[in-house]
């Protein structure tokens, strides 16, 4: 049987508005579907979120992930990682303040129905953008994005994120790493993956 999804938010008269770049991810009869959007409430650009537990056949109401008043979020995707049987749904976006783009998470615990304040992944005071991000067999998350250079460039920025660490808080396996330079050019938009030897791929 075929299956939709049609979400309506209003804007606000004579202000841009838009709803881009989505991201979507499978877990067995679940499909979490994450977002950018603008709408009334706030000016800045929120992250939304919506699930299904049968398949797409039926839909929860738009969450947005803990909006901010000062910052802009923008290219979220999305990971489900687990500890025992609990299901935790993990949330990357960049976000931007003062001109500055840095990549934030936050987790749920809930299957979406709540979610905890954004964090910085690896606050610098170069421009981070672009992010993407994969679960291993392990429930690490593999996470991606490009970060300005002191070369006026962009190269590619690398981190680790453990659920297993911290008695199951879970913790950054180690600091960030910079894993893609060109001199003279920018890196952008990088896509992870990971094969069936745990060979990391970007």
């Not at 881009?20 to 939304?48: C, M, Q």
């Not at 901010?68 to 749904?89: C, D, H, K, M, W």
């Not at 606050?123 to 300005?148: F, G, N, Y």
Request: hydrophobic letters at 40%; proline letters at 4%; glycine letters at 6%.
């Amino acid at each position: 049987e075929g299956c939709a999804l049609n979400i309506n938010i209003a804007g606000y008269n004579g202000q841009r508005r838009w709803l881009s770049h989505p991201a979507i991810y499978v877990n067995g009869s679940n499909v979490f579907l994450i977002w950018e959007g603008r709408d009334p409430a706030t000016a800045t650009a929120k992250i939304k979120f919506v699930r299904s537990t049968d398949f797409g056949h039926t839909w929860s109401e738009t969450l947005d992930i803990a909006p901010s008043t000062q910052i802009n979020f923008s290219r979220p995707t999305l990971a489900v990682a687990y500890q025992g049987e609990e299901r935790q749904l993990y949330a990357v976006a960049y976000g931007e303040s003062k001109k500055l783009g840095q990549i934030y998470w936050p987790r749920s615990d809930d299957n979406g129905n709540s979610w905890a304040a954004w964090q910085a992944v690896a606050p610098t005071s170069r421009d981070q953008r672009h992010v993407t991000m994969v679960r291993d067999a392990s429930d690490k998350l593999h996470i991606v994005w490009r970060e300005a250079t002191a070369t006026q460039t962009t190269g590619l920025r690398y981190r680790v994120f453990d659920p297993t660490l911290a008695n199951g808080s879970g913790n950054w396996a180690a600091a960030a790493e910079t894993i893609a330079t060109r001199n003279g050019a920018c890196l952008f938009f990088p896509s992870v993956a990971i094969d069936k030897n745990a060979q990391v791929w970007v």
